[in-house]
Antibody, heavy 123, light 107 residues
Framework: QVQLVESGGGVVQPGGSLRLSCAAS????????MHWVRQAPGKGLEWVAFIRYDGSSKYYADSVKGRFTISRDNSKNTVYLQMNSLRPEDTAVCFC????????????????WGKGTTVTVSS | DIQMTQSPSTLSASVGDRVTIICRAS??????LAWYQQKPGKAPKLLIY???SLESGVPSRFSGSGSGTEFTLTISSLQPDDFATYYCQQYNSYLLTFGGGTKVEVK
């Protein structure tokens, strides 16, 4: 079945870096855009980043632009989120999610989600 | 960015009730709206896309309507499994935004 499994979360000091990974299975990964969405403790959902199915376009929320980088390796069925210059307000559960429709040029909606990985930024 | 506002933020209801959640966009988003359900400690689940299209496997008691700036999610007869938080999300802009969420709790 379709599955997304995130990894790479942990505790990091302010100003530090983390790289999250999301391993996909059960669908043709190279045909779908992928998203990262996060949720701070007790808060709502915040979309973070999107990468087009072929990696040719990437979009970011203003809150992370210039600090986070999304990338993908279609040969490994994996999407990544490189998180630099981390701040305490980046503390959140980070979900990766699959775009709902294949071969879409732009970000739309998410039909499959991973269980999430926790990022804690604290000194 | 397009702002999404949900109301109410909390809704108290009983099993069997008809429940309606409202989502408003700060500008017209046509029908580019999705709804998700999230339970504590779990990932969100897609319910509705393109404002009114039911995702495969989602019970028919869930329905969505609206266009432009005002949208509704309706649960026709609330079931025990439906107590959760619901989020709307616009995709008229490639910079996606979610509403703040509506928690449906036991009355």
């Amino acid at each position: 079945q379709v599955q997304l499994v995130e990894s790479g979360g942990g505790v990091v000091q302010p100003g530090g870096s983390l790289r999250l990974s999301c391993a996909a299975s059960g669908f043709t990964f190279s045909g779908y855009g992928m998203h990262w969405v996060r949720q701070a403790p007790g808060k709502g959902l915040e979309w973070v980043a999107f990468i087009r199915y072929d990696g040719s376009s990437k979009y970011y929320a203003d809150s992370v632009k210039g600090r986070f980088t999304i990338s993908r390796d279609n040969s490994k069925n994996t999407v990544y989120l490189q998180m630099n210059s981390l701040r305490p307000e980046d503390t959140a559960v980070c979900f990766c999610a699959k775009e709902g429709l294949a071969h879409r040029a732009l970000s739309e909606y998410m039909d499959v989600w991973g269980k999430g990985t926790t990022v804690t930024v604290s000194s | 960015d397009i702002q999404m506002t949900q109301s109410p933020s909390t809704l108290s209801a009983s099993v069997g009730d008809r429940v309606t959640i409202i989502c408003r966009a700060s500008q017209s988003i046509s029908s580019w709206l999705a709804w998700y359900q999230q339970k504590p400690g779990k990932a969100p689940k897609l319910l509705i896309y393109k404002a009114s299209s039911l995702e495969s496997g989602v019970p028919s008691r869930f329905s969505g309507s609206g266009s432009g700036t005002e949208f509704t999610l309706t649960i026709s007869s609330l079931q025990p499994d439906d107590f959760a938080t619901y989020y709307c999300q616009q995709y008229n802009s490639y910079l996606l935004t979610f509403g703040g969420g509506t928690k449906v709790e036991v009355k």
